[in-house]
Each structure stands twice: as structure tokens, then as C-alpha cells.
């Protein structure tokens, strides 16, 4: 069985702004798609994850958004849904005093069996490390290997 993962805005980012030298982790960040690609993890994301992504690409790269659109649109994942997504993304949102638009990501790993969240968000995955099914990018491929 392969290992499920949620990828939040901060690791898919990288997916697509490669050229960029301000990212750090990187390398682990191309390691887990290409995990992806050759069919090793399964991806399992909230219904945000397109929208908040493509949000940060507008921003960052517009002149390349549309064609990363396409590439994006093409990911072939289970979508979290139902309202116990929800009511877990709010709880964790009061738990942690964080944005909401951060814990429905955890909260899409924790209503799944068995799913785990990477993150390259730091200052968010000390936050709810406690929780569980939490992992930072730098360290995925050490647990899924």
C-alpha cells in the first residue's frame, strides 16, 4: 500500500518556482513529486490546495501562472470533503490560533486513515507537530523510503 500525503501551498510552490533561489528544501520538494510521478505516494488534498496555490503562483510568477494552471489542473489526487473536514479544520484553527486556511490541511491528514501532512512551513508544523501525521519536507523521504 502506498503512503498517502497532503502537500500544503508551501511545498507545491516549489513544484513550480524552481528557478528560484530563496526556496529552501527544494531538492526534497522536486523528490516528493517525482515520488508522485513514478507513482509512490498517493496525494490526498483539501479542496482549497488548486486555489491557494495558483493564488500564490498569480503573485509571485504571473507571466507563468496560466501555463502552470494547466499542470496543476492535470494532478491526479483524492479530494478531503464532508463536513467533518471542516468542523476538524475550524477546531484546529481555535487549538492553534492559526489561519484556517493552514489547518485544513492538517485537518485533511487527520480525517483520512492514514494520511500525513508535509509542510515546509515551519513556524505551522511546530505548532501542530503535537497533533501527529505532521512532517517537515526536509525529512518525507526519510519516513516514506
Known sequence: MKPVVV???SVAIKWFV???SVEDDMEEALD??????DDRIEL???PIWRAEVLAVLARIVPDKTEQH??????FDYGE?????LYLK????????????????YLASALVHPSATLIT???????????LGRVLPLKKWSKVFS
Open 32 to 37: 516528493l513529486l517525482r515520488a508522485y510521478r
Open 89 to 104: 479544520a475550524v477546531q484546529l484553527s481555535i487549538q492553534l490560533n492559526h489561519h484556517l486556511f493552514d489547518t485544513i
Open 120 to 130: 515546509a512551513d515551519e513556524r505551522y508544523r511546530v505548532k501542530a507537530e503535537s
Open 7 to 9: 502537500v500544503d501551498a
Open 18 to 20: 524552481t528557478e528560484s
Open 80 to 84: 478531503a470533503s464532508g463536513s467533518a
Open 69 to 74: 494552471t494547466w499542470k496543476l489542473l492535470a
Open 44 to 46: 490526498y488534498q483539501p
